[in-house]
Every structure is written in C-alpha cells, then in structure tokens.
C-alpha cells in the first residue's frame, strides 16, 4: 500500500502517476486512451457516459479523451433532493443529505447503498 490513509483506493505514488501520464501525453499536448477510473474506460468503451457519475469530480476527467468528457458532461444532471433523500431515508441514511454540484452526499449508509445511490442517480 503506498498510502496508509487510502483504504481500498488505487491511488499511485504521485512521481509514478507523472511517469505514467507522460508516456501517455501526445506530442500535441492532448492524451492518449487514458483514464483515471476503470468505469470511465469501460464506459468510453461502450460509447456511454459513466455510470458513476465521475463527471462531478472534474479532476478526474483532465485526461479522458474530449469526445468522453462531452458524453459525461450531458448526462451529468443534478438529482431532485426530494427524490434523492426519499431513496436515501429507505436505504437507512440517518443524517442530513445534501447534493452538491459534485455529488450526493449522505450520512449513515455503508459503501454498498452509497453506490446504490451513485449508480441509481448517475450521479
């Protein structure tokens, strides 16, 4: 693990990040096929956005091809909180839910129903 604080993240060294980066930046200044999520690959391989809404966090997106990040960009709409705290409360969330312009934010929920969440919203 190259971090103790990073419990079940894949998060690279940052010196290993930039080697990796620049063997994949084209001599235009562009990328090459490269992503920083595996859902982000796979959707860029389907031509669909990103089922998990990666979108919102816009420092994930600074590598993906153009064509992927316009894809995400349009699906990446801003849940009803309404409807987002109704799913949530079923799913057991006991504290203040919020959706900020990033993502859905919950107290309470396990990683599993906050996935439900992500996937279920886009978001």
């Known amino acids: 693990m190259p971090y103790e604080d990073t419990a079940r993240r894949k ?3 940052e010196t290993l990040e930039q080697r990796v980066l620049k063997a994949f930046q084209r001599s235009d200044g562009g990328w090459g096929r490269l992503f920083r999520k595996t859902s ?3 959707a860029y ?3 669909e956005a ?4 990666h979108y919102g966090i816009k420092e994930l997106c600074d590598i993906c091809p153009p064509r992927q990040v316009r894809r995400c960009k349009k699906a990446f709409v801003k ?3 309404k409807q987002v705290t109704q799913q949530a409360r079923v799913l057991g969330s ?3 839910i919020e ?3 990033r993502a859905i934010v919950v107290e309470g929920l396990d990683e ?3 996935y439900f969440l992500q996937h279920g919203f886009g978001y």
């Open 79 to 81: 849940p009803d909180l």
């Open 94 to 96: 006991t504290g203040e």
């Open 11 to 13: 998060i690279l060294p």
């Open 40 to 42: 982000c690959a796979v």
């Open 99 to 101: 959706v900020t312009d």
């Open 45 to 47: 391989a389907h031509k």
């Open 112 to 114: 599993p129903p906050r």
């Open 50 to 53: 990103d089922y998990n809404g």
